[in-house]
């Protein structure tokens, strides 16, 4: 007799929420679940029960693509020769304040 495991965990969704309209949505964690919208569902209840959240993104995982941190030297190293992009290069526009 074959002993074989079937895989019997629901897809893994990456769960992003919004506090208020305007602000970035920020990783809140994960969830699982057999589609998109039992992943809302999901992600509703376990992210927002208390009303912390006023929108909520699912994105599954296996469509999320990063680096790796043996990546790091050579893919982000490029910037540092770009000096325009350091703010010391920008000049503040009379009337505008800085806290």
Avoid: C
């Amino acid at each position: 007799m074959e002993n074989t495991k079937e895989n019997t965990q629901w897809k893994l969704w990456e769960v992003f929420t919004q506090r208020k309209s305007g602000e970035p949505h920020e990783h809140a964690g994960s969830v699982h679940a057999p589609d998109k919208e039992m992943a809302l569902q999901n992600a509703r209840d376990v992210y927002s029960r208390r009303g912390e959240a006023t929108t909520i993104w699912v994105v599954p995982s296996e469509q999320i693509t990063s680096t790796s941190p043996e990546d790091s030297p050579s893919f982000f190293d490029p910037s540092e020769d770009k000096i325009y992009r350091h703010p010391q290069f920008y000049k503040i526009p009379k009337g505008v304040t800085i806290d």
